[in-house]
Nanobody
């Protein structure tokens, strides 16, 4: 199971920053693909950024490249998403997720084929 936190307020102005974290319990990240996904009402959940231990690859959706950074601390079983220069279109409920890793980070982010999902946390970016 995942326990998620949001460092910083859930409502930020455009250009601001937030860091999301998810700590896992009951399993370790050593052999996992882990990622961050987001969803807005009426739209499909999309993969924002993923890491895969199978090939140590990372993936970012084009709209967040250069602004978001995914990282993990395997000793703490925690995954982070540092979000900088936030834009109103980043407003969404963000979820962390993981699955046993066999494929690339891109595969998992695009397929949304994850087994374990954390509870979402709302991020609202005002213009």
């Amino acid at each position: 199971m995942f326990s998620c936190r949001r460092l910083g307020g859930g409502l930020v102005q455009a250009g601001g920053s937030l860091r999301l974290s998810c700590a896992a319990s009951g399993f370790t990240f050593d052999d996992q693909a882990i990622g961050w996904f987001r969803q807005v009402p009426g739209k499909e959940r999309e993969g924002v950024s993923c890491i895969s231990s199978s090939d140590h690859s990372t993936y970012y959706i084009d709209s967040v490249k250069g602004r978001f950074t995914i990282s993990s601390d395997n000793a703490k079983n925690t995954v982070y998403l540092q979000m900088n220069n936030l834009k109103p279109e980043d407003t969404a409920v963000y979820y962390c997720a993981s699955v046993g890793a066999y494929f690339t980070a891109s595969y998992y982010c695009k397929s949304r084929g994850m087994n374990y999902w954390g509870k979402g946390t709302l991020v609202t970016v005002s213009s």
